[in-house]
Structure formats: C-alpha cells, structure tokens
C-alpha cells in the first residue's frame, strides 16, 4: 500500500470518526505512528490517561472501556479523537481483507481457534461450513462468543498481526 493510499484511508477513517464523536475533524493532530488493532487498547489507554480520562484496554487487546461523566463527554470524545488520530490503527487492517487472508484466517479459526475455545469453555462451536463459504462471505461467522471478555484474551478472533500483516 502506497503512502498515499494510507493517507486516504486515515483521511477518510479520521472524518468519519469525527462525524461519530461530533467533533470539528480539522482538530486531528499528526499521525505520530500506525499501531496494530491489538495495540488499541494499550495505546489509547495511555493517550486517554495523559488527557485526564481513565479507560482500560479490553481483554483482547482492540479496544476500551470507559466513560466520562456527561458534564465531560464533548472533552471525552474530543480526547479520544485526538488518540485515535495520533495513533491510527495501521490503514491495511482498514481495507477489506482479501481472499489470501480470509483463507488464512479460516485455518487459523478451525485449527486454532476453535480447539482453543474447546478448550476454555466452549465445546460446541460449530466451525464456519466450509473454507469457500467463509471466504466468499467476507469471514462472516457466527460461532465466536464475543459478549465473553475473558475468552477474547484466551483465544483472540483475529489470527496474529504477523499473519495479518504479512511481517
């Protein structure tokens, strides 16, 4: 992906997300670095700390969880935004994934994660119906018990960013 591409991408991603938290999107600092999608929670939790917000990262590592009071939220949203444009989530996990990765991530849900969901707790996921199913749905797949934080550190959804990324 070109720097320019990326460049629309966050463009893009950065409005949209402007337009969510209702915030004047031409606030958005300088990109200081990518981070992965697992790094979200970590990263913004620091960022969302130095702004005077207390969140934590969720289990699996791609989000917060956190509040403001509602006398806070225009400042909340405003700081979360700014995290959110200093550290943007790398613009290859923002387009939509391609055939190879979905192929990838179908052998990493029915050799890795499935077992691994067995194994803590979940004996009975059914596994998507068939590697050409999965791809040609986009990895659309049900079988994941995501209200459940504890299981999304045991046995995250995603295959690992260096599968996903390629490095």
């Known amino acids: 992906?070109?720097?320019?591409?990326?460049?629309?991408?966050?463009?893009?991603?950065?409005?949209?997300?402007?337009?969510?938290?209702?915030?004047?999107?031409?606030?958005?600092?300088?990109?200081?670095?990518?981070?992965?999608?697992?790094q979200r929670g970590a990263v913004y939790s620091t960022c969302m700390g130095e702004r005077g917000f207390t969140v934590t990262p969720s289990a699996g590592g791609t989000g917060i969880s956190g509040q403001a009071p509602p006398s806070q939220q225009s400042a909340y949203n405003q700081a979360l935004f700014e995290c959110e444009a200093k550290y943007t989530v790398d613009a290859r996990a923002m387009r939509p994934p391609s055939p190879a990765l979905l192929s990838v991530a179908y052998d990493y849900t029915v050799e890795w994660l499935i077992p691994c969901l067995a194994k803590n707790g979940y004996p009975n996921v059914e596994p998507p119906s068939s590697r050409a199913t999965y791809v040609a749905s986009g990895g659309d797949w049900q079988g994941y018990p995501s209200s459940d934080e504890k299981i999304l550190g045991l046995c995250p959804p995603q295959p690992p960013n260096s599968v996903v990324f390629g490095e």
């Open 1 to 38: 992906m070109s720097e320019a591409e990326a460049k629309t991408l966050r463009d893009g991603y950065l409005a949209q997300l402007a337009k969510e938290l209702s915030v004047d999107p031409s606030t958005a600092p300088a990109l200081v670095r990518w981070i992965y999608p697992d």
